[in-house]
């Protein structure tokens, strides 16, 4: 059973960067796509970025040119590049995995997840 752990969370003031890692343990990523999602109280859970075991990337409308997904196939982990973060950037973020080799959007997609970080971003 793959299990993701997520660092990096913080709190931060706009127009920071952050970056945020996610791990794989009791197994490895392989050749599963991973993403990042995030999550505000009453809201729904928000897709970010993703990446395939081949490294191509997508992201979200609303992150583009300031979230890039990164992946070290070695080492194991993936990155979220977060930069001129914005106070609606605030949320806990995701890390998930899917037993797909192609980049997926859709949270049902994922099969691995992650417990979550928080990351606050204040004006």
């Known amino acids: 059973q793959v299990q993701l752990i997520e660092y990096g969370g913080g709190s931060v003031q706009a127009g920071d960067s952050l970056r945020l890692s996610c791990t794989a343990s009791?197994?490895?990523?392989?050749?599963?796509?991973v993403g990042w999602f995030r999550q505000t109280p009453g809201k729904e859970r928000e897709y970010v970025a993703a990446?395939?075991?081949?490294?191509?990337?997508n992201s979200a409308d609303s992150v583009k040119g300031r979230f890039t997904i990164s992946r070290d196939n070695a080492k194991n982990i993936v990155y979220l590049e977060m930069s001129s973060l914005k106070p609606e950037d605030t949320s806990v973020y995701y890390c998930?995995?899917?037993?797909?080799?192609?980049?997926?959007?859709?949270?049902?997609?994922?099969?691995?997840w992650g417990q979550g970080t928080q990351v606050t971003v204040s004006s």
């Open positions: 990446i395939s075991w081949l490294g191509e990337s």
């Open positions: 998930a995995a899917s037993r797909t080799s192609i980049i997926v959007t859709g949270r049902h997609q994922y099969h691995y």
């Open positions: 009791g197994g490895t990523f392989g050749t599963y796509s």
